[in-house]
């Protein structure tokens, strides 16, 4: 301890007979903590002291602002009974995403009687729970305060899930203890197992790199998503924390169902409760007229913001054959859009993204007569998967989801242009765009006059 009081001889025993003598409860013991106790002490560090008392429950947390020097001191003290304060160490720290703790403590005095009991030189708390119930919940909480555009209210639930985050994945990383609230941020930040931008996320998460709230959607989703992924292999140790249900669905799937279902942003007015009017207790849409209706319509975006709704449950559907001349799958497309394509012999056409706000080139991907047709109607980019002949949704799996703005076919009806919100990364390799290598193009030339178009 080389700054503050510590500097003032005799500070410390000054104070620990000062606080042997408080009102209340005969005092017991007397032990330094925090940043003094850890040799980590600032000029700008308090002085953790915790008085431990004889009786039964008490706790009193006096304050004092103390002239050291030339420099006031704040001496923060905490006064509880012997018996809860031993107890209190049996609980994971509050501030140690989950993590267990070890932290150094010095007994500054003691009555003979009990010095046994709090002669101590560390303080050990035990790990938290995992939580995988609340984690989840807490993506819950998220998604539905972003639909509603309660924006503090998704940050609150964001740093929520992330802190709980470490306390499942812990159960797959080696193992660690903390001894401070730095140390327990960096320990969570750095596990060596965790889901792909792990880091990156948390940040997001925990407000400590602020993003726009569909990001911070997609952070939350990675996260969750990635931890119950790499928490399956301990589905029977969790099960005997959450419960025999949730430990099944985690091994099953169901889970990583919900998850996903939690991910699907969903922008619009939109009732849920099973028992309304409507498919199924389905979700119930304002339609393009301004009534209300059923099925998955591409609602009217508000001033500044995109029209988006949740992925309905669509299962793979594989392709039996190409056919040139129409869809090679069955699709629900409106039959005045389909009879426009020109298709490949696969019965696909080309689909180039692009970013609605910057009007970077992102990707190139391919649409079938389905694919375009849930692009179109629920405002998330879908595509034909050549190589795994099955649908997939822009981001469902990575988080870097696409929320379509405009879709528009080219002139000879074999290509489609595709705006969207991009979050995150377009490409797979983790870049903004897939168009990233430029080419040497050695025969450039200065352009000459712009033509407005052909002459007659």
């Not at 940043?35 to 600032?42: D, H, Q």
């Not at 080696?174 to 889901?195: E, H, K, M």
């Not at 969750?224 to 949730?246: H, I, M, N, Q, S």
């Not at 629900?332 to 426009?340: F, K, N, Q, T």
Request: with cysteine; net charge negative.
């Amino acid at each position: 301890m080389d700054h503050g009081p510590s500097r003032q001889l005799g500070f410390l025993d000054d104070w620990t007979d000062r606080l042997r003598r408080l009102p209340g409860p005969p005092v017991v013991g007397v032990l330094l903590r925090g940043s003094y106790a850890r040799g980590a002490a600032t000029p700008y560090s308090d002085v953790d002291i915790d008085v431990l008392v004889s009786g039964g429950p008490y706790a009193a947390y006096p304050a004092f602002l103390v002239e050291a020097g030339e420099r006031l001191t704040h001496l923060s003290v905490a006064v509880r009974d012997v018996e809860s304060w031993l107890e209190r160490l049996d609980r994971p720290a509050e501030w140690s995403f989950g993590l267990p703790v070890i932290a150094p403590v010095r007994l500054l005095w003691a009555h003979g009687a009990w010095r046994s009991s709090v002669d101590l030189t560390e303080i050990r708390q035990r790990p938290a729970e995992p939580d995988l119930e609340e984690l989840v919940a807490a993506l819950g909480k998220v998604g539905g305060a972003c639909a509603s555009g309660a924006e503090y209210d998704a940050r609150l639930a964001a740093a929520d899930l992330a802190r709980r985050c470490p306390s499942v994945l812990r159960l797959a990383n080696p193992a660690v203890t903390v001894a401070s609230r730095p140390d327990a941020l960096a320990a969570a930040l750095d596990l060596p197992v965790a889901p792909d931008g792990y880091r990156d996320d948390m940040l997001t998460c925990l407000g400590l790199r602020p993003d726009t709230l569909a990001r911070l959607h997609a952070a939350a989703y990675r996260l969750v998503a990635g931890t119950v992924a790499l928490a399956r292999p301990y589905a029977e140790e969790l099960a005997e924390v959450v419960g025999a249900d949730l430990g099944a669905a985690l091994r099953d799937g169901r889970l990583d169902r919900y998850v996903a279902q939690l991910a699907r942003p969903n922008w619009i007015a939109a009732t849920t409760s099973p028992g309304l009017d409507g498919p199924q207790g389905g979700v119930a849409l304002a339609t393009p007229g301004g009534g209300s209706g059923y099925g998955w319509t591409v609602p009217v975006p508000r001033a500044k913001q995109s029209g988006t709704m949740p992925v309905p449950d669509l299962s793979p559907v594989t392709a039996p054959g190409p056919a040139p001349s129409g869809p090679a799958r069955p699709s629900a497309l409106d039959p005045a859009i389909a009879a426009r394509l020109r298709r490949t012999p696969d019965g696909l056409v080309a689909a180039v993204v692009r970013a609605h706000d910057t009007g970077d080139v992102l990707m190139v991907a391919w649409m079938d007569d389905e694919a375009l047709h849930r692009t179109l109607t629920t405002g998330r980019a879908t595509y034909w998967s050549r190589s795994r002949r099955e649908y997939w949704v822009k981001g469902e799996t990575s988080g870097h989801h696409q929320y379509v703005r405009t879709v528009a076919l080219d002139c000879d009806g074999d290509a489609l242009l595709v705006s969207v919100d991009q979050v995150g990364a377009a490409c797979h390799t983790g870049s903004w765009s897939c168009f990233s290598d430029e080419l040497p193009v050695s025969g450039a030339t200065s352009a000459g006059p712009t033509s407005a178009g052909p002459t007659t």
